[in-house]
């Protein structure tokens, strides 16, 4: 293992992933991820030889947790930031997995050109879940991006996410409940079918505040939901669905 300090910068600390003896880099000042991007990782499918993209990647979270989760070994990863896809890169150097993963700096809105037509299995994304100005507006750019349609809008993810996957590839996405309606109507406008939903609620009886979604690419009209997921048995202690999806 590399020393850490060739690595990882000051302001920056290394997270342990539980998976592998993963770790990842992260900037406290900037954007961490949660754990809607971890839910995301158990929630999809990659099978050996499937190629994998991850739309908007941030720190490279979703592909090196899928490394460790599934079969496939050919992932990339888009990220318009700068500095997040520099610490993405440097965390796949630092887990050994300059062979599997590639970091693009690139914007979502591109990403049909930059990769070129059908030529994923897999995409995955989360992608910023606030419409313009909805919500707190975030001070810091890095977050207010990665939180806010800034640089891309849901339906800039769907529309290149159409154009990049194979027929019958495969779409992952968590977003929020709130915007259900429009997911469903931007994935049916775009042909990729939604196959499969969960809904995750934080405690059994609250309302749910994230969604996991499967589409296809050119699928046949037919949706499973699944049994929802719930976060917390008790304040601070998680369900053992989630304990076994972060693989403590």
Known sequence: MMKENNLVHEHERLDELHRNGYYIIQDPKRFC???????????????????????????????????????????SA???????????????????????IKIVTGDIKDASSLFGASSFDIITTNPPYMIGNHGHSSANEAKAIA??????????VLRESARLLTPGGRFYMVHRPFRLAEIFSLMV???????????????VDKEPNMVLIEGMRGGKSR??????????????????EIYEIYGY
């Open 33 to 75: 991820f949660g754990m809607d991007a971890v839910l995301l990782s158990g929630f999809a499918k990659a099978k050996a030889g499937e190629r994998v993209l991850d739309l908007g990647t941030g720190t490279g979270i979703i592909p090196i947790l899928m490394e460790a989760k599934t079969e496939s070994e050919d992932f």
């Open 78 to 100: 888009l990220e318009i930031q700068p500095e997040s896809a520099d610490m993405a890169r440097r965390s796949v150097r630092y887990n050994h997995l300059e062979d599997k």
């Open 147 to 156: 939180r806010h349609e800034v640089c891309c809008t849901l339906d800039d």
């Open 189 to 203: 406008k775009y042909r990729i079918e939604p196959k499969r939903m969960q809904l995750v609620y934080p405690y």
């Open 223 to 240: 949706l499973t939901v699944e049994k929802p997921l719930i976060v917390y048995k008790e304040p601070g202690v998680y369900t053992d």
